[in-house]
């Protein structure tokens, strides 16, 4: 026998070893006899899911970071995860989160350069330090890629956070958060005198369809816009962009600006009698939430607020104000950021005098993940808008949602001012259990991709069969026991 015979031999022998000790033949013979007696018409497309079936699991070959723009055109981070999938290398996921600019170093630098700092820090980071340490490894052996485990094994990552937060299989139902939806904005930014209502939101009462609930803000928002150009013509002057300031770009919160509003009743009897045009029952049906954002109004050297143009508020003032506010207009049930959180006696004062019937939420008392660590907030609030910005970890979520929930308040979870058109947030709200989610207004694409997702989100739940029961709105009874001093 020549060596050439030989050799040859040699390769066959040790290729059958190869491919029986992987089990190949009988394999092959199954996979054959499966396929033809379910008279297949696309033979090798059968074939290719059977062994896609036996393929090795997919494995982490890279995380690449890179530099993107938020909807505010700023620049912001957008992270890649690489994974070998059947040999070949794919971008399985990607996520953009917000720089929020509140949590940034000041100092002599503008704040795009710190921003664009902050960025290509954390781009080194990916790169230098995250993608080599995840290289190799299984994704679905990380619990905190989430946005893995949602392509490759096929559950929602909703699904998946749930089971997280579970510490076992997700729940067999899953209640969606409540959207607190922008409608208006009165913010200190904004062209008109009043500063006080950063954001006047609506409130869908539980049970409220996703649907139903953004149908019905549409709406409300559409007559709002209406009557202000029916105000106009009655005043015989054509509206311009000065009144219907719906798409300016210094409106990141997705909803219009009121140029008009001088008075704190003003934006909000516009509301009420645009509720009364489409017959809802404010205060049954929809209810109503004032973002105030107060530290955006204090001036450190007089000591006071500005709740509109010339017109300064001590902290004590602000609380007498605030409760003068709620019970002229009771459908409002929630109040975010209504003094500063270094007012602690005077958020203490407000939340005995109305905290039994409308919400006092934090929107600045855990927003670094500094605050989630510490496992307690020394503000007494109704509750902390929680927000997955900068460094924040979806594990520091998880241990601050079930510390609040366990002293018994609410779990709220916000998207930053200079949002991406990351829709990820909405499945992280459901899985978490929030009560609410706090995404903004209806008229910019960052935001609609998430109320998007909340819709699908419904559907699939209901598909499924698996949608939870929002439960009455219940105010924590956190300063019944307090000794503060009470409004005179």
């Known amino acids: 026998m020549s060596c050439g015979a030989t050799a040859g031999s040699h390769t066959q022998q040790t290729a059958a070893e190869y491919y029986r000790s992987r089990r190949v033949p009988e394999r092959l013979e199954e996979a054959l006899n499966t396929i033809y007696h379910r008279g297949a018409a696309d033979v090798y497309g059968q074939l290719s899911c059977y062994f896609a079936d036996l393929s090795d699991p997919p494995v982490i070959s890279d995380v690449r970071g890179r530099k993107v723009f938020d909807g505010a055109g ?33 100092g002599e630098v503008s704040e795009d350069t710190e921003r664009l700092e902050s960025v290509e820090t954390a781009i080194r980071w990916i790169q230098e330090s995250i993608g080599p340490a995840l290289r190799g490894k299984r994704p679905s052996e990380q619990s905190a890629i989430d946005q893995l485990l949602r392509a490759l094994q096929e559950i929602p990552l909703y699904s998946h956070i749930a089971g997280l937060k579970q510490q076992q299989q997700p729940p067999p139902e899953l209640a969606l958060p409540t959207p607190l939806i922008s409608v208006l904005s009165c913010a200190k930014s904004s062209p008109g005198k009043l500063n006080l209502m950063k954001e006047i939101l609506v409130i869908p009462k539980p049970g409220t369809e996703v649907a139903k609930s953004l149908d019905l803000a549409s709406s409300l928002q559409k007559q709002i816009l209406k009557q202000v150009e029916t105000q106009s013509r009655e005043n015989r002057r054509v509206p311009s962009l000065s009144d ?135 503000l007494v609030c109704s509750g902390p808008i929680l927000k997955l910005t900068n460094e924040t970890t979806v594990s520091d979520l998880l241990m601050a949602v079930r510390g609040i929930e366990g002293e018994n308040r609410l779990t709220i979870l916000g998207s930053s001012c200079e949002e991406c058109a990351e829709e990820s947030l909405v499945d992280l709200a459901v899985g978490l259990g929030v009560r609410f989610i706090h995404l903004g207004g209806l008229l910019r694409g960052e935001r609609a991709a998430k109320y998007n997702r909340l819709l699908q989100i419904e559907e699939d739940l209901t598909r499924s069969g698996t949608l939870g029961r929002q439960e009455e709105f219940e105010f924590p009874a956190l300063w019944n026991n307090m000794e503060v001093s009470t409004l005179g």
């Open 74 to 106: 700023k620049t912001t981070l957008e992270a890649a995860v690489m994974c070998t999938v059947r040999t070949v290398n794919k971008r399985i996921c990607t996520a953009a989160i917000p720089v929020d600019s509140a949590l940034l170093p000041t």
């Open 244 to 378: 219907l300031s719906v798409f300016s770009p210094q409106s990141p919160l997705g909803c219009p600006h009121s140029r008009t509003a001088t008075a704190l009743d003003q934006p909000l009897e516009l509301i009420g009698d645009a509720c009364e045009r489409l017959g809802l029952d404010l205060g049954t049906s929809v209810y109503l939430a004032i973002n105030c954002a107060a530290h955006q109004l204090m001036d450190d050297n007089k000591g006071r607020y500005e709740i509109a143009s010339g017109t300064w508020k001590s902290p004590e003032e602000m609380v007498r104000c605030t409760w003068d506010l709620i019970h002229r207009h009771p459908a409002i049930m929630a109040l975010v950021d209504p003094l500063r959180k270094e007012d602690r006696q005077q958020w203490d004062t407000l939340g005995k005098a109305i905290g039994s019937r409308c919400y006092l939420l934090a929107d600045v008392a855990m927003r670094s993940r500094g605050d989630l660590q510490q496992g307690s907030d020394p």
